[in-house]
């Protein structure tokens, strides 16, 4: 004799269960009267001391933060880098003289950047704009170990010209590239995280900046006297690359996230405004320059 068994009844799977994960998150299983587990539970408390929605959310804020927090140390070593080695260097004497330039060589860096940025994602500007800094400031750190780091006495000569013009390209460097880093990277966060994102997140991701500059600020002098200042010229192309890794990674884990449309005109709107403080702040750096030089000139003729 065969028993056969009686035949499963069939279940109809409604057009909506294929979206029910397998692994119910926490929020399903108490409304199925599951409780989470311990590990979840955790989670879950986590993520709201930190107000954060989901664990993919925590790490893309972290992702941004990190951007965040080496673009600044970039810029906080930077504005102390170039000055402190020019003045070590070449004087007093020829500062009004950096600084008129480096102001008007900035108005023309922004122009070029500007037309380079339109039509190109802000990742890739970002990715261009880390690896060039990289490739110039580790040409300038070559050059500093190079030429000898105090300006000869011989006015005139070919190696105090290049010792001035190696000391005025690293300071006119440092001042520019600080600005646009940093100016980039909150660029890119930008196109990535929606307006109401932004809204709740921004705070978080901007936590990198303050990091980098109490931490920076504290232990730069420190580096520096265990290091050598010329030696901070290769800590930032570093940096530089290590933002550059970052930058390539938020393009590829994040490009379906890229914002469009509206969002773009919107970001074309804060550049515009920017440029345009830009260049009111330069065009006031000039208006400075000016005086000093006119005042440094009539102390020099009295």
Known sequence: RHHWAPMAAVVPISPNDHTVPLLGSPRVAAGNGIKPKGRDRCCQRLLSC??????????KVFT??????????????????????????????????VIFTSGLCSIAFGQAFSAFSRSRTTTLVNGVLCMGGAA???????GATMLPQKLPNEGGSSLWWGVLLLYFGIYISEDIMTMFVAMQCASVAQSYF?????????????????????SVGIVIGDIAKAIGTVQLLMVQSFLLLA????????ANAYADQATGGKKKEAASWWWRQFKRRAVVEELAG?????????????QDNV
Do not use: Q, W
């Open 50 to 59: 930190v107000k954060l929605r989901s664990v993919d959310e925590l790490h």
């Open 64 to 97: 941004f933060l990190v951007a965040a927090f080496l673009a600044n140390s970039f810029f906080v070593a930077g504005k102390n880098v170039g000055t402190v080695l020019f003045l070590s260097v070449v004087g007093p004497e020829h500062l009004t003289t």
């Open 136 to 142: 110039l400031t580790t040409f300038f750190f070559l």
């Open 194 to 214: 929606s307006v109401s994102d932004a809204k709740r997140l921004f705070g978080k991701v901007t936590l990198g900046n303050s990091l980098a500059a109490m």
């Open 243 to 250: 933002s550059a890794l970052v930058n390539c990674y938020i």
């Open 286 to 298: 000039l208006g400075n320059g000016l005086v000093e030089f006119h005042s440094d000139f009539h």
